[in-house]
């Protein structure tokens, strides 16, 4: 608000400043103190004479060059002689009333078209300290987007920005660069899988039907693909089916290089299942587990992205009240850390829940 | 500084551009002194707001405050300093802000110190550089703010293109756009005398030292660029007759014959309305290349139908300026009455030659650019007219205004003696004549035109200083008496005989680089020597460097000559690793006036390298040459005639004003 | 036309008229002359800017010398010994071989625009003498990006016709 004022303030002196180069000089008594052409043939005269002592020119010349001058000379001051210079009170009045009303109109009415006076500068330097974290990613995103939105047609840029949201936790905008990257650079199981892990990522961990026949595509393209394989295992898992799964992720596990870095991810998710017989949560269950979250994190409230998954869960379990109810507690849990808020505000964008 | 204030000041320059066109040329009507008077302040407060925008626009690239779209689009927050600054008038938006701060620096010039104008003439030149102002702050506010904002600012902008951070390219524009611009006053200063309807020798001397100015600054522009592109592009080349060059070149014609035209008006009252003309035309020329460079028709004709607001905005300047002009011109001109009378042969009459020459060697240049567009864009024929086009044209054209130009400074005025003026010229004959055996007996090689040009370059040379020399009866008086003559004789003789020399001097430096150019492609492995223009040079080997953000691969070369040391050359293979972009880096070695310039090819996988050896006689000459023309320019400048108007001379001698009577 | 006041010093030889036709037929002698030189240039020292297909289609002789403009075709590029390289240009539909000695420029690359000037043989074989690339990579020769724009091969925009295809260094 005081930055506009300042503006404000400046515009109201430029524009008295411009005014008063009008009015000073009207103002002032004025004679015709302008020069005159009789200075310049007066000095061609005194050159025609140095030029004849220094014996440039001869004598017969000079006379004529004399003559022609002196008859310049003689036309000039009739010239003169005939126009007196006088002012007229009426026209003052006029160009003065245009200098205080035209000259403010038009700056007002030709700025009015375009300026954003209450949109103050941005130096680069000031925002780093106002938004210190984010700015690194965030330079990398503003840079991408620009870039994507003058080229929406590369595909390599949309490939190169949604992992970057995936992480962010805007899985909205990942799906949508996924989506992308698969329909500009044509697919590939690595590209099928991908697209899947972020739609899963956007529902909140539950494999959509979208999601599974993505899989199944990428799987077609390359049996032995891992992302996708562990997916699927994770569909199945979910539809009710732990047997399925154990039996994806073991062979996934077999078929493996000795030290591929999900052999971890698999193993335990392997472990998780328990032993082979005994009966395991289903997807009917999901519910039973978000309670369990919930309840944890109201013993122990520091672990962030526990609260961002519990948020996210009640928005695809379709409550939305309690999903309202723990960003609040969030807020005023991590309300000081500025980065942590920016990331909770992003997820409640991409749920469709405001900022 | 918030880039709004900027943005209003503009308007503001607008208000008072809008004001400043009506309200003098009324007070210059009605002969009233108030109305003329508002004319200066009204003029030093555009140049001040003007100045004000220009300030803040750079700030916003400073601090990259990227909440203005002009800022995203063309800068980069790690982008070095000067760089920054330079960003300012790299593009279109900031490039035309550029362009109007030039302009109204002039006017303000013109309020300042333009004392010595008589008062309705100075009220009409400021009105009519009002006009230009107001119909370019009007292209800008509407169609190329550069103040337009974006909401949410971006954290980053988007311009790192390495080619483009180069400081040539950074101090050519300002210099091309002083020159440009400075032929606005002029122009003005015709428009103004049109508006009057009378003209008169003094007019041309208020004139010259505008017109002076502009050439001076438009010659440094287009030598700048030339030099750029041969150190920089990596080919050598230092002039292709590509659209861009020949748009400066137009002007500096026509500016040029403008220059001598006024000579004979301030002398002799005389070509008063082909000076007219020959005014409106330059400042026209200088229209028609900012925005055939700007406008972006040269790199396609459709980039008027992809912005067509900006595109129509432009024609309807250029056609506003140049035809409402010309048609003023028409108007007017036969009521301005004729001057003194002079035989074909005389001074005057040499500078009608030349004058008709440079704007016949103008109208060459301008077919050449102009007729591929206009071919493409009615029949979407492409064509390309190149250097033989213009070599055909303006080369037979150039050489009878060579010849002449010596010969003009030893004819009378009014009317000259051609015999007379031989007689005196025979030490320039016989330099003319020494300088061609001599090269004929040197050179091995070459076409056999190209003793006789140098020829042509030493006569220049000679005869343009033979002038003042006997002038100053060097050798025939006693040393003081040459010395005292020397002293007396006006700056702008010594102004001419300098210019002159210096179309001679880079007159060598273009036969030297053009006929006895030597060229050799090689294919070498490390180890090989090659023998290039008396030098033996060996190829000790090829190294990967690595630099700050690119790869190189430099050649090393090993020069000796006549078996000593020369030095060593290290021409370079370069790409910029981030956009996978090769570049040239040429090196060269210099030689007196001459030079050795190494271009590498690409390595093959055999380990040998091709490389692309020029060795250019002479070739500085043709940069020193604009130099010592610039040089003659300022001499002409600084002569006391000039400064009659400047500081208005305190008391005038009795005989003059009795002269008068 | 006005008078010149005062009398008018005519006495030696020239009335002020001869004067004024003399200078008046040098101006048309100079002009003439320009004229001339412009006509005579331009009839020579064209040249015409052809895309494979307009070689094709227009059925342009052998001998005659142009432009050729087009994109370096991927996997084309063959060197020699003594710096001969042969290289195909395309506009998509028609393709012409192209034979040159010397230093090829910066960017020229496969998959990328390229202008070349020389004469063509006969056979549809081109000898250029000169090869022109762009200088960075949003560049575009003018004529190139025009006469892919006929074939619908480059949108304006783009930052290069096909970016896939570009494989810098040599390839034989």
């Not at chain 2, 110190?113 to 309705?120: D, T, V, W």
């Not at chain 2, 007729?371 to 250097?387: N, Q």
């Not at chain 3, 998959?111 to 549809?124: A, D, K, N, S, Y």
């Amino acid at each position: 608000m005081e930055g506009s004022f300042a503006v404000w303030t400046m515009f109201a002196l430029m524009t008295a400043a411009a005014v008063m180069a009008v009015l000073l000089p009207l103002a002032r008594a004025r004679t015709a103190d302008g020069g005159s052409d009789l200075a310049v043939y007066r000095d061609q005269l005194d050159e025609i004479g140095r030029d004849r002592d220094a014996g440039v020119i001869g004598a017969a010349e000079a006379d004529a060059a004399r003559i022609e001058v002196s008859r310049r000379i003689i036309a000039a001051a009739e010239r003169s002689g005939a126009t007196a210079l006088e002012g007229a009170g009426g026209r003052r009045r006029v160009a003065a009333l245009a200098a205080l009303v035209a000259v403010p109109l038009v700056a007002i009415v030709g700025y009015g078209l375009r300026g954003q006076p209450g949109y103050p500068g941005q130096p680069l330097a000031e925002r780093r300290q106002q938004a210190p974290g984010q700015n690194d990613i965030a330079t990398l995103i503003a840079r991408i987007e620009a870039h994507l939105a003058a080229n929406p047609e590369d595909g390599r840029g949309w490939e190169v920005v949604a992992p970057v949201y995936l992480r962010l936790g805007r899985a909205g905008e990942a799906v949508r660069a996924r989506a992308n990257a698969l329909r500009l650079l044509g697919a590939t199981a690595d590209r099928e899988a991908d697209l899947a892990e972020a739609q899963v990522a956007a529902g909140g961990g539950v494999v959509t039907a979208e999601a599974k026949a993505g899989l199944e595509r990428a799987i077609a393209l390359s049996a032995d693909h891992p992302k996708a394989g562990y997916l699927l295992g994770l569909s199945a898992e979910q539809d009710g089916r732990p047997a399925e799964a154990r039996a994806i992720w073991s062979r996934l596990i077999e078929i493996a290089p000795p030290n591929a870095p999900w052999l971890g991810v698999l193993r335990s998710e392997v472990a998780r299942l328990g032993p082979a017989d005994a009966p395991r949560p289903t997807a009917s269950d999901i519910r039973g587990m978000v309670e369990g979250l919930a309840a944890r994190l109201e013993a122990d409230g520091t672990d962030f992205d526990g609260w961002l998954r519990l948020v996210r869960s009640y928005s695809v379990l379709g409550e939305a009240d309690k999903a309202r109810a723990a960003a609040a507690s969030v807020r005023q849990r991590f309300g000081a850390e500025a980065d942590k808020i920016g990331q909770l505000d992003a997820l409640m964008r991409e749920l469709g829940m405001g900022g | 500084m918030s880039p709004e204030i900027g943005h209003y000041a503009l308007v503001l320059a607008l208000a008072l551009a809008l004001f400043q066109s009506v309200v003098p040329v009324w007070g210059a009507r009605k002969r009233d002194a108030a109305l003329m008077g508002t004319a200066d302040a009204v003029a030093l407060g555009q140049c001040a707001f003007v100045a004000i925008a220009f300030a803040a626009l750079t700030h916003a690239y400073l601090v990259s405050d990227f909440s203005v779209e002009n800022v995203v689009l063309n800068s980069h927050s790690t982008k070095p300093l000067i760089y920054k600054i330079s960003g300012v008038w790299g593009n279109h938006e900031g490039s035309m802000l550029l362009w109007v701060l030039i302009l109204t620096l002039f006017s303000a010039f013109v309020a300042l110190f333009g004392r010595n104008l008589p008062l309705p003439l100075k009220a009409n030149v400021l009105a009519v550089q009002a006009w230009i102002t107001a119909a370019f702050l009007l292209f800008i506010l509407k169609t190329s703010n550069p103040f337009n904002r974006i909401n949410p600012a971006p954290f980053e902008g988007r311009d790192l293109n390495p080619l483009l951070q180069d400081p040539g390219l950074a101090i050519h524009p300002p210099l091309l756009y002083l020159g440009y611009v400075g032929f606005s006053m002029s122009f003005a200063f015709a428009v103004a005398a049109l508006i009057e309807g009378r003209i008169d020798a003094a007019w041309a001397r208020w004139v010259r030292p505008w017109a002076l100015t502009a050439w001076m600054f438009l010659t440094a522009g287009i030598s700048m660029g030339s030099f750029w592109a041969y150190y920089e592009l990596g080919w050598g080349g230092w002039w292709f007759w590509d659209p861009v060059e020949n748009a400066s070149l137009m002007p500096w014609l026509a500016g040029t014959a403008l220059l001598h035209s006024a000579i004979v008006m301030e002398k002799r009252e005389a070509l008063k309305v082909w000076t007219v003309l020959l005014a409106i035309l330059t400042f026209s020329l200088s229209l028609l290349g900012t925005f055939l460079v700007r406008s972006g028709v040269l790199t396609s004709v459709h980039a008027f139908a992809v912005d067509p607001e900006r595109g129509i905005f432009i024609l309807a300047i250029l056609i506003a300026f140049i035809g409402g002009s010309l048609a003023l011109y028409a108007w007017r001109a036969p009521m301005l009455r004729q001057g003194g009378i002079f035989a074909p042969v005389s001074r005057e009459g040499a500078l009608v030659l030349n004058n008709l020459f440079l704007t016949a060697a103008c109208a060459a240049v301008f077919v050449g650019t102009l007729y591929p567009l206009a071919l493409e864009a009615l029949t979407g024929a492409k064509i390309s007219v190149g250097p033989p086009f213009f070599n055909w044209t303006f080369g037979p054209l150039m050489v009878p205004l060579m010849v002449a130009m010596v010969f003009g400074p030893f004819l009378a005025w009014k009317r000259g003696d051609l015999l007379a003026a031989a007689q005196r010229m025979m030490a320039a004959f016989a330099a003319g004549i020494a300088a061609m055996l001599l090269t004929f007996a040197v050179t091995r090689g070459g076409p056999v035109l190209a003793p006789v040009f140098i020829g042509l370059a030493a006569y220049i040379i000679v005869g343009s200083l033979a002038e003042v020399a006997e002038r100053v009866q060097l050798f025939r008086a006693p040393l003081a008496t040459t010395l005292q003559r020397a002293r007396g004789l006006p700056r702008s003789a010594w102004g001419t005989a300098v210019a002159h020399a210096g179309v001679g001097v880079m007159l060598i430096g273009i036969v030297g680089e053009t006929c006895y150019r030597q060229e050799l492609i090689v294919q070498m492995k490390p180890g090989d020597t090659v023998e290039v223009a008396g030098y033996q040079v060996t190829l000790t080997g090829l190294a990967p460097v690595q630099g700050p953000n690119y790869r190189d691969v430099v050649a090393r070369l090993v020069l000796r000559e006549g078996g000593v040391d020369a030095g060593i050359l290290e021409p370079a293979k370069r790409v910029y690793t981030a956009r996978n972009m090769p570049t040239t880096e040429a090196a060269l070695k210099t030689r007196g006036f001459s030079q050795l310039y190494v271009s590498p090819g690409d390595v093959e996988t055999s380990g040998s390298i091709a490389l692309r050896f020029f060795y250019k006689p002479m070739v500085l000459l043709i940069w020193i040459g604009t130099l010592v023309m610039m040089l003659g320019g300022l001499l002409s400048l600084s002569d006391r005639r000039l400064r009659v108007g400047a500081p208005k001379p305190a008391a005038r001698r009795a005989p003059a004003v009795q002269a008068a009577e | 036309m006005t008078t010149t006041t005062g009398p008018v010093p005519a006495r030696r030889g020239m009335t002020r008229k001869q004067r004024r036709l003399t200078l008046i037929g040098l101006a048309l002698a100079v002009l003439g002359v320009a004229a001339g030189l412009v006509l005579y240039a331009l009839s020579g020292s064209i040249t015409l800017f052809h895309s494979p297909t307009d070689i094709v289609e227009k059925n342009v002789q052998p001998g005659q010398r142009i432009r050729l403009g087009g994109l370096v075709e991927t996997g084309s590029i063959r060197r020699g010994e003594n710096m001969q390289v042969s290289f195909v240009v395309t506009d998509g539909r028609t393709s012409i071989p192209v034979a040159y000695r010397g230093v090829l420029p910066d960017l020229f690359r496969e998959g990328q625009g390229v202008v070349t000037e020389g004469v063509l043989e006969p056979g549809r074989q081109f000898r250029a003498d000169s090869v022109l690339a762009r200088h960075d990579e949003t560049y575009m020769p003018k004529e190139v990006a025009d006469a892919l724009k006929q074939q619908g091969h480059w949108k304006p925009g783009d930052p290069a016709p096909n970016p896939n295809a570009a494989q810098p260094g040599a390839s034989r």
